[in-house]
């Protein structure tokens, strides 16, 4: 399997396509099928018995987007760092 750059929660625009043009934040990444799910881009309408009509985005081909700002990781203090401070 690839390692994608594009991960869960990053900024991207779609750069091919019907929504060419528009960003949002990635929903979902399906890395095996190289597909993404993109916020408000290529929304779907679908039928469910329980709940009737509901809008969902569709994925989205890897190669069609393009990233724009990856989600910011929050740095962890190590356990030797903490110790020598106590200390």
Do not use: R, W
């Not at 091919?16 to 099928?33: E, F, P, R, W, Y």
């Not at 740095?75 to 760092?81: E, L």
């Amino acid at each position: 399997m690839i390692k994608l750059k594009i991960k869960k929660g990053a900024t991207v625009q779609v750069i091919a396509g019907q929504d060419k043009g528009k960003k949002g934040t990635v929903l979902s990444v399906n890395a095996k099928a190289m597909k993404i799910q993109v916020q408000g881009v290529k929304v779907q309408t679908h039928y469910d018995k329980k709940d009737g009509l509901l809008k969902k985005e569709g994925f989205i081909d890897y190669s069609n987007v393009k990233l724009l700002d990856a989600p910011t990781k929050e740095k962890k203090t190590s356990k030797k760092a903490a110790k020598s401070k106590t200390a």
